[in-house]
T-cell receptor
Framework: DAGITQSPRHKVTETGTPVTLRCHQT?????MYWYRQDPGHGLRLIHY???????DKGEVSDGYSVSRSKTEDFLLTLESATSSQTSVYFC?????????????FGDGTRLSIL | AQTVTQSQPEMSVQEAETVTLSCTYD???????LFWYKQPPSRQMILVIR??????QNATENRFSVNFQKAAKSFSLKISDSQLGDTAMYFC???????????FGTGTSLTVIP
């Protein structure tokens, strides 16, 4: 299994509070991703990173920011959480683009915003 | 964004029988990759099988095989000799050959009945 650790695994917080989710990898993969999973929508890309300090927006980036100061860590921040951000969040990593390399996923973080 | 459609929200199959999950996608590109991921109740995302669009031969992985129809933009997953452990949500995913964004379908929930 790919070495991907997401923390925390579960979190409950209140509307308006800041929240940071962490993704840590031990594979030295260049590419890292944050997705959210909601019923009826599958997985949707929030942000991704193609290297240290290099990030870009995905399909549903509003209300989220990311940072990657080290190859192994990719942080997702909700500056002021809203109830619509209640979801399961997945981190994924990928070694290479120019092949059929799949993305490997962490175990997810269940986030509830009350 | 690319469109990936899984038209069967839920399916069931008797243990030891065969089941086919459908997936269609929309693209004007000729080179791309397709994937099926499995998400059991543990929530982990597990790669099941991958297919390169430039390959005419359908991919197989043990009891899992695909029927890739490039002209029809169809990528179905066949599970033979279904086992109880196959009970899971199955996601179809599309990736451009020169990109790093995955586009997921909304998933098919498969239940294997003893």
């Amino acid at each position: 299994d790919a070495g991907i650790t997401q923390s925390p695994r579960h979190k409950v917080t209140e509307t308006g509070t800041p929240v940071t989710l962490r993704c840590h990898q031990t594979e030295n993969h260049r590419y890292m991703y944050w997705y959210r999973q909601d019923p009826g929508h599958g997985l949707r890309l929030i942000h991704y990173s193609y290297g240290v300090k290099d990030t870009d927006k995905g399909e549903v980036s509003d209300g989220y920011s990311v940072s990657r100061s080290k190859t192994e860590d990719f942080l997702l921040t909700l500056e002021s959480a809203t109830s619509s951000q209640t979801s399961v969040y997945f981190c994924a990593i990928q070694d290479s683009l120019y092949s059929n390399q799949p993305q490997h996923f962490g175990d997810g973080t269940r986030l509830s915003i009350l | 964004a690319q469109t990936v459609t899984q038209s069967q929200p839920e399916m069931s199959v008797q243990e030891a029988e065969t089941v086919t999950l459908s997936c269609t996608y929309d693209t004007s590109e000729s080179n791309y990759y397709l994937f099926w991921y499995k998400q059991p109740p543990s929530r982990q995302m597990i790669l099941v099988i991958r297919q390169e669009a430039y390959k005419q031969q359908n991919a197989t992985e043990n009891r899992f095989s695909v029927n890739f129809q490039k002209a029809a933009k169809s990528f179905s997953l066949k599970i033979s000799d279904s086992q109880l452990g196959d009970t899971a949500m199955y996601f179809c995913a599309f990736m451009f050959s020169t990109g790093n964004q995955f586009y997921f379908g909304t998933g098919t929930s498969l239940t294997v009945i003893p």
